[in-house]
């Protein structure tokens, strides 16, 4: 039997009803599996909560522990699972094809890579019809680099401050955020330009960006004139007149940053900033591995919100709710400069990946979930942002569709963030009242909420219910 839910923290908030019943946990006991995650774990994989939690089964939106307890999962595996933990159809596609084939590599034809390839592309605009499948982000991030730089002749990549593109040696040139960079020499031919942050950033106001939530901060901008786009584009333009030379390779961004805390840039930045690099020779990657696949709600790919269209669109997490698989998306002419050699992937577009991408491609229309994203996540901001209103604390609140951002402050006048140990036990008090969120942000200052984007409106009440008695709690903690 589904144990009860026992928050160790008094609130009024009611979890909503679930009739799935997990397996009873047969496996090690909690001190036996902290043994091994010491002794034979790479320690830089680092886990959540002080003690952290033991999941043992998940179904659709909601995750269950070693004991039975249920949690609303609000982070979705960060950013990954799109359409729900063990999605029936998605498991049901998965099934058939283990009993199928598993995998020959790409020196053969098999069904599902062409099937899938003609599915994924057929959601993307011209000129993006090409798809290179690979395992993960941090690899598609790797081969559009690859790409620009044997496509335009140019060397140099420009990247976002604050921007998060992988971990792997060659990306982490392109990540920009401290506490990813080893000191190991990386990042030839990286440069980083200053982040259009319109909350933290030294320009920003009331009317930036596109979100049903803006900033606080005031500004003089009227419709149609945003003074903190044109500022950021000058700095933009700094950089490609000082930092790189006259002809560069491309520029990467995220619709909206991810692991910065779903920072969003002023409307119209990124169609500028396109024509610049365009201007210089370089192509345009959009790194969608976050914001696409719906999650933004108003459009299926994230650099839509922004009216441009990309030379190179990278894809992953979502891409398989939780399957390892990623893709690049590009032109014909751009997808011929890695032809000019062999470039190989064992594993990248196997049977298995992509029968699992088509079956999410399936399970993201048939269940209306692009329209959820908008719907529950409109809801879920405007309710955050009532809290905003109500707690000195909570500097921002932002997003689109069911990519949010809540950062924490310790007043809104400074903008200073929130001291960690403080943000720690607002985070532990949500966990242990049922609801589990990401962080983000270069101080961790940054609450992410990314759920499974089959959420529902009473989930998202339940959530900002927590929320709500967690920071009524750190208001009773506070001198």
């Given at each position: 039997?589904?144990?009860?839910?026992?928050?160790?923290?008094?609130?009024?908030?009611?979890?909503?009803?679930?009739?799935?019943?997990?397996?009873?946990?047969?496996?090690?006991?909690?001190?036996?599996?902290?043994?091994?995650?010491?002794?034979?774990?790479?320690?830089?994989?680092?886990?959540?909560?002080?003690k952290p939690l033991l999941l043992h089964q998940g179904h659709m939106q909601w995750l269950f522990d070693y004991e039975g307890r249920r949690y609303l999962d609000l982070f979705a595996g960060i950013v990954t699972v799109s359409v729900g933990h063990c999605h029936p159809k998605v498991t049901m596609a998965t099934q058939k094809q283990l009993f199928r084939l598993w995998h020959t590599a790409n020196i053969y034809m098999h069904p599902s890579i062409h099937e899938y390839a003609e599915k994924l592309t057929s959601l993307l605009p011209d000129p993006l019809k090409v798809v290179c499948l690979t395992n993960s982000g941090s690899e598609a991030n790797d081969i559009a680099m690859f790409m620009a730089r044997l496509y335009t002749?140019?060397?140099?990549?420009?990247?976002?401050?604050?921007?998060?593109?992988?971990?792997?040696?060659?990306?982490?040139?392109?990540?920009?955020?401290?506490?990813?960079?080893?000191?190991?020499?990386?990042?030839?031919?990286?440069?980083?330009?200053?982040?259009?942050?319109?909350?933290?950033?030294?320009?920003?106001?009331?009317?930036?960006?596109?979100?049903?939530?803006?900033?606080?901060?005031?500004?003089?901008?009227?419709?149609?004139?945003?003074?903190?786009?044109?500022?950021?584009?000058?700095?933009?333009?700094?950089?490609?007149?000082?930092?790189?030379?006259?002809?560069?390779?491309?520029?990467?961004?995220?619709?909206?940053?991810?692991?910065?805390?779903?920072?969003?840039?002023?409307?119209?930045?990124?169609?500028?900033?396109?024509?610049?690099?365009?201007?210089?020779?370089?192509?345009?990657?959009?790194?969608?591995?976050?914001?696409?696949?719906?999650?933004?709600?108003?459009?299926?790919?994230?650099?839509?919100?922004?009216?441009?269209?990309?030379?190179?669109?990278?894809?992953?997490?979502?891409?398989?709710?939780?399957?390892?698989?990623?893709?690049?998306?590009?032109?014909?002419?751009?997808?011929?400069?890695?032809?000019?050699?062999?470039?190989?992937?064992?594993?990248?577009?196997?049977?298995?990946?992509?029968?699992?991408?088509?079956?999410?491609?399936?399970?993201?229309?048939?269940?209306?979930?692009?329209?959820?994203?908008?719907?529950?996540?409109?809801?879920?901001?405007?309710?955050?942002?009532?809290?905003?209103?109500?707690?000195?604390?909570?500097?921002?609140?932002?997003?689109?569709?069911?990519?949010?951002?809540?950062?924490?402050?310790?007043?809104?006048?400074?903008?200073?963030?929130?001291?960690?140990?403080?943000?720690?036990?607002?985070?532990?008090?949500?966990?242990?009242?049922?609801?589990?969120?990401?962080?983000?942000?270069?101080?961790?200052?940054?609450?992410?909420?990314?759920?499974?984007?089959?959420?529902?409106?009473?989930?998202?009440?339940?959530?900002?219910?927590?929320?709500?008695?967690?920071?009524?709690?750190?208001?009773?903690?506070?001198?």
């Amino acid at each position: 039997r589904q144990q009860k839910w026992k928050s160790s923290v008094s609130t009024q908030a009611k979890m909503p009803p679930c009739d799935f019943v997990p397996e009873k946990y047969k496996s090690y006991p909690y001190e036996r599996m902290q043994k091994i995650r010491e002794q034979n774990i790479v320690p830089s994989l680092r886990m959540y909560y002080k003690k952290p939690l033991l999941l043992h089964q998940g179904h659709m939106q909601w995750l269950f522990d070693y004991e039975g307890r249920r949690y609303l999962d609000l982070f979705a595996g960060i950013v990954t699972v799109s359409v729900g933990h063990c999605h029936p159809k998605v498991t049901m596609a998965t099934q058939k094809q283990l009993f199928r084939l598993w995998h020959t590599a790409n020196i053969y034809m098999h069904p599902s890579i062409h099937e899938y390839a003609e599915k994924l592309t057929s959601l993307l605009p011209d000129p993006l019809k090409v798809v290179c499948l690979t395992n993960s982000g941090s690899e598609a991030n790797d081969i559009a680099m690859f790409m620009a730089r044997l496509y335009t002749g140019n060397f140099d990549i420009i990247s976002l401050r604050g921007a998060y593109h992988g971990g792997s040696p060659y990306t982490l040139g392109l990540t920009s955020l401290g506490p990813y960079k080893h000191g190991v020499a990386n990042g030839f031919g990286c440069t980083t330009t200053m982040l259009p942050d319109v909350f933290r950033g030294p320009w920003g106001g009331s009317h930036c960006r596109d979100s049903p939530v803006q900033t606080v901060r005031k500004c003089s901008c009227s419709e149609g004139v945003c003074h903190a786009k044109d500022q950021y584009i000058e700095q933009f333009k700094d950089t490609l007149n000082t930092s790189v030379p006259k002809t560069v390779a491309g520029f990467i961004a995220e619709s909206i940053q991810g692991v910065n805390g779903a920072v969003q840039y002023p409307r119209n930045f990124l169609k500028e900033a396109y024509q610049l690099v365009r201007e210089r020779g370089g192509v345009c990657i959009s790194d969608e591995v976050q914001t696409g696949f719906g999650r933004t709600g108003s459009h299926f790919w994230g650099f839509q919100n922004h009216d441009v269209v990309p030379d190179i669109v990278t894809l992953a997490k979502g891409i398989g709710n939780g399957f390892p698989m990623a893709a690049i998306v590009t032109t014909k002419e751009i997808a011929g400069s890695l032809a000019q050699n062999l470039h190989f992937n064992t594993f990248g577009g196997n049977p298995l990946a992509c029968v699992v991408g088509a079956a999410v491609l399936d399970a993201i229309e048939e269940d209306g979930l692009q329209k959820n994203s908008e719907d529950v996540g409109t809801y879920m901001l405007l309710e955050l942002a009532k809290l905003r209103d109500k707690f000195e604390v909570i500097g921002d609140v932002r997003g689109k569709g069911l990519m949010i951002g809540v950062e924490m402050v310790t007043d809104k006048d400074s903008r200073c963030p929130l001291p960690a140990e403080e943000v720690n036990q607002i985070w532990e008090d949500c966990k242990d009242m049922g609801v589990l969120i990401g962080r983000g942000g270069l101080y961790s200052q940054t609450f992410r909420i990314k759920p499974p984007m089959c959420i529902t409106k009473n989930d998202a009440d339940f959530a900002v219910e927590v929320f709500h008695t967690a920071l009524r709690r750190h208001m009773e903690r506070a001198p």
